[in-house]
């Protein structure tokens, strides 16, 4: 639930406490910016975890550096700022690693995780939905760090090409070219349909339908049934690992044979959602008959049909923050 932001007047009287020494005071003004900013966070380092580490970062420097806040530009905004080179710093730091990929030859997003819909405030923005989206998220993850920012500074949180050049201490010609190359290479990916899709059901009742027969046709281990549902051009793809699967034949190859070996009846689903679309939970039997988190399925729609299927499998500490348990009986 969204926490109201304190009126001027309340937030003078915080920000002269905080600067004081007092961090409850400092907590109060954070608590109401905590959610836009790990999702900010989220956005440019495309994992949750990462994006909780760069959100404690930013809560841990903005309490180092309160006393040189200047109250005459917004607080949100410096907060922002903050967040933003904490991020930069980190995929700096990720460019750095030796099993780092070239970005532009990455298949996939090597960083790419579910942001569960349970951690989004209810009350944002359309515009907002949409860029925490897989669609949007996973080609954040192949840009350069600069370009990454710019575009989420810029087309997400409306910033002006004067602000984010002050923020990242550069031109406003080499923002605006910064830009335009993202939005670029954004609509490459999105002509080639090499990640996942954008998410645009029919109506919220035919994607709950659509929902209930994915999982009734995988209960039923009927693979042809799934099949049905998915668009022909529908593309699978399992981050970090570069598997792209491309058309309905290679989806249904894979079902036949790879999760559990085929035997599709060792893996429950439950339904979930993350990135503002719907999503599956995947738990599998173990040898004793229980059933052990396992994996999360991300799915965009097009129309009445599945465009697209996202996997993630290994992140069992996904399930709390999805609010799901982590074995089943």
């Known amino acids: 639930m ?6 001027p007047v309340e937030e003078r009287a915080l920000l002269a406490a905080a600067c004081a020494g007092d961090e409850q005071a400092f907590e109060r003004l954070l608590e109401p910016h905590r959610r836009a900013l790990r999702v900010h966070c989220y956005r440019l380092l495309g994992t949750l975890h990462d994006g909780e580490d760069a959100l404690q970062e930013t809560s841990l420097r903005a309490w180092r550096s309160l006393d040189r806040f ?3 530009s917004p607080f949100r905004a410096w907060l922002y700022r903050i967040a933003t080179n904490v991020c930069l710093t980190a995929i700096e730091r990720r460019a750095r690693a030796p ?13 790419l995780q579910p942001y569960p819909d349970r951690l989004l405030d209810t009350d944002l923005a359309v515009e907002e939905r949409e860029s ?7 080609v954040m993850q192949l840009l350069p760090a600069r370009q990454r920012a710019v575009l989420v500074l810029r087309e997400v949180l409306g910033w002006s090409a004067k602000e984010v050049a002050d923020q990242l201490g550069d031109s406003v010609a080499s923002v605006n070219s910064a830009l335009q190359r993202a939005r670029e290479r954004l609509e490459r990916e999105r002509a080639a349909g090499r990640l996942a899709r954008d998410h645009a059901p029919a109506s919220p009742e035919s994607e709950a339908r659509l929902m209930q027969m994915f999982v009734a046709a995988w209960e039923a281990v009927d693979v042809d049934a799934i099949v049905a549902l998915l668009a022909e051009d529908a593309v699978m793809t399992m981050p970090p690992e570069p598997m792209r699967l491309a058309g309905t034949q290679a989806i249904a ?15 429950r689903l439950l339904p979930t959602r993350a990135n503002g679309q719907p999503a599956l ?14 994996g999360v399925m991300v799915f965009a729609h097009s129309g009445d049909e599945v465009a697209s299927v996202t996997g993630f499998a290994g992140y069992p500490e996904l399930f709390p923050e ?5 074995a089943l009986d």
Do not use: C, W
């Not at 939970?281 to 396992?294: N, P, Q, R, T, V």
């Open 132 to 138: 925490v989206g897989l669609a949007f998220v996973s």
């Open 70 to 72: 200047e109250p005459r």
């Open 322 to 326: 999805l609010g799901l348990p982590l």
């Open 2 to 7: 969204a926490i109201d932001a304190p009126s």
């Open 253 to 267: 190859e894979f079902l036949r044979t790879v999760p559990a070996e085929g035997a599709l009846e060792r893996i």
């Open 281 to 294: 939970a995947a738990y599998l039997e173990d040898d004793g008959g229980s059933f052990e988190a396992y």
């Open 99 to 111: 099993e780092a990929l070239d970005p532009d030859e990455a298949e996939v997003a090597s960083y």
